[in-house]
């Protein structure tokens, strides 16, 4: 059966920094285009960053451009997102997403994982 399973989710300050990793089994990572997609509260989801099956070509949203780096390992099946600098504007919920074609709009996803929860406050 096919799973994504997010974990590093939490509570941070402002500037501070969390890792997003996400891993998947039943699938073949190495077939997909591998991203992040986040969801504030009221809000639509919006894509944060994707990387291509071989990890040769990344993009990212405006709002975290130099901030976040979106990595994989095919090996382990793992998506990872590192975010740096956090601003409270980045609370939201995070979705793993695995697509047939990179993009950075949600429409297009084939498969999700379930979320994790990252809150920026002091």
């Known amino acids: 059966q096919e799973q994504l399973v997010e974990s590093g989710g939490g509570l941070v300050q402002p500037g501070g920094s969390l890792r997003l990793s996400c891993t998947v089994s039943?699938?073949?990572?190495?077939?997909?285009?591998g991203a992040w997609f986040r969801q504030a509260l009221g809000k639509e989801r919006e894509g944060v960053a994707f990387i291509s099956s071989s990890g040769s070509r990344t993009m990212y949203a405006d709002p975290v451009k130099g901030r976040f780096t979106i990595s994989r390992d095919n090996a382990k099946n793992t998506v990872t997102l590192q975010m740096n600098s956090l601003k409270p504007e980045d609370t939201a919920a995070y979705y793993c997403?695995?697509?047939?074609?990179?993009?950075?709009?949600?429409?297009?996803?084939?498969?999700w994982g379930r979320g994790t929860q990252v809150t920026v406050s002091s």
């Open positions: 997403a695995l697509q047939t074609s990179c993009t950075l709009n949600h429409y297009f996803a084939d498969y």
């Open positions: 039943g699938l073949r990572l190495d077939h997909y285009c």
